[in-house]
């Protein structure tokens, strides 16, 4: 298959998704929590299944990791997967806010080849294919310019920023936070934001398709020492995540390299 045809595959999917989830809402929501206490809905399971009958309906070979489906060891042996997540941002949905995102990346080989980032309720569409740029509704997008941290529009906690046990304070910056951490991403790769920071670990479905879209745009990304990610191993999780336009990148990491790795 061509990534241009994964592409059309996964990006019908993740409007249809869209549309699934934004009825679902309307109609009323039954909310339970996960073992850790976030929230999940009926929505998030409705729309997994759909994805899951969808996709791999066109692609039986490809593997499968989603956060609503149970993980299954197979996928380590396959060579491609879809890397799902149904609802990212389920607090922003949960509360009737437009940050929440359908996210869709073919994972080959470790690396996302092709991947969406839907947000319904804004009606933005942020798409990627290895090699082929990355495009908003159609139109290409890229980093910003910046190559300062003051003044810098970031996204990450502002708590984070302002503790006093970093060895050098940050600079003013504008900082705000979006739930889904895939729409961060994609607002760093658009030039809409300079940069995402998050210190926590992330999974893999938060990051994999919005990874693509912001190299495939001109940012950078990988955890808070640099690291590109590397997806479909044993354990789903990252470290950290970094996300920056590329005056920005090592100014940020320069200040991160005293924070040790997980062990």
């Known amino acids: 298959m061509t990534l241009q045809a994964d592409l059309e595959l996964i990006r019908g999917a993740a409007l249809k998704a869209g549309e699934l989830a934004l009825q679902a809402r309307k109609d009323g929501l039954k909310i339970w929590s996960k073992p850790g206490g976030s929230p999940v809905t009926d929505a998030d399971i409705a729309v ?40 990212d941002g389920t607090a922003a949905y949960l509360k009737n806010r437009p940050w929440f995102t359908v996210c869709i990346a073919v994972v080959e080989n470790g690396r996302p080849t092709c991947a969406v980032v839907h947000a319904p309720e804004l009606n933005e569409t942020y798409e990627a294919t290895l090699g082929g740029g990355a495009f908003l509704n159609g139109r290409p997008i890229r980093p910003s310019g910046a190559t300062s941290l003051d003044g810098a529009a970031m996204l990450g906690d502002a708590r984070m920023f302002a503790d006093p046990r970093w060895p050098e304070p940050w600079p ?28 926590s670990s992330k999974n893999d479905w938060d990051l994999a398709a919005a990874d693509l879209i912001a190299r495939e745009a001109g940012a950078c990304i990988g955890d808070h020492l640099g690291r590109p990610f590397t997806y479909n191993r044993p354990s789903p999780k990252q470290c950290s995540l970094l996300c920056a336009a590329p005056g920005l990148d090592q100014l940020i990491l320069q200040r991160l390299r005293h924070i040790d790795p997980p062990s």
């Open 48 to 87: 997994d299944t759909l994805l899951k009958l969808r996709l791999l309906a066109d692609r039986p070979n490809y593997g499968w990791l989603s956060e609503e489906t149970a993980d299954d060891p197979a996928r380590l042996e396959v060579t491609r997967l879809f890397l799902v997540d149904p609802i």
């Open 172 to 199: 003013a910056m504008r900082i705000e936070s979006r739930n889904s951490i895939a729409y961060r991403i994609a607002l760093v790769a658009a030039g809409t934001f300079d940069a995402a920071l998050a210190l």
